[in-house]
């Protein structure tokens, strides 16, 4: 495949979007044609190739814009090669071992023959927005548990797949 690659993403501050745009740039960087692009902000898969989904954790489930990107576009995800990435620990658990998906997650993979998903860890940073979010910072447990090398490595892994396929 030599196509167009979308990787859309569900995040409220920031962090899962530049998880997104990383694996984006490194998809670009093997030969691929790949944007990263809010959930949101998406209104036809149908121009992709292949897809990669990436959603931020909050209390054991996916970011609501990932949720409802997957369950508007399901028809023409399951149609094509799709991957799923979530990021959220906010500790060095994800770089440590592999943390399977939320229940929710792993529907929708079996739904729709997601051939991955991999969790990576979260940043939450002074300034984020939500309650909950200021109530995790007061009590000392943010800080950016992203693993970038682990990230560019997963999406060479994928350009390759897709170069394959």
């Known amino acids: 495949m030599t196509g167009r690659v979308l990787v859309a993403y569900g995040t409220t501050n920031g962090s899962t979007a530049q998880i997104a745009e990383a694996v984006a740039h490194v998809l670009c960087k093997e030969g691929l044609t790949a944007e990263a692009r809010p959930a949101p902000s998406v209104a036809s898969t149908e121009t992709y190739d292949a897809v ?42 994800a770089s440590e071992r592999n943390i399977p998906p939320v229940p929710g997650v792993r529907r929708a993979m079996d739904r729709l023959g997601v051939r991955e998903h991999i969790t990576f860890g979260g940043s939450l940073e002074e300034g984020a927005r939500g309650r909950v979010a200021q109530m995790i910072l007061r009590n000392g447990k943010g800080g950016d548990f992203r693993d970038l090398p682990a990230i560019e490595a997963w999406a060479e892994r994928l350009a390759e797949e897709m170069t394959v396929a």
Do not use: E, M, N, T
């Not at 970011?63 to 799709?82: I, T």
């Open 52 to 93: 990669v989904v990436g959603g931020a954790l909050y209390a054991g489930r996916w970011h609501k814009d990932a949720r409802r990107f997957v369950r508007r576009h399901r028809r023409a995800l399951a149609a094509r090669p799709l991957w799923f990435f979530s990021s959220g620990p906010l500790d060095a658990s």
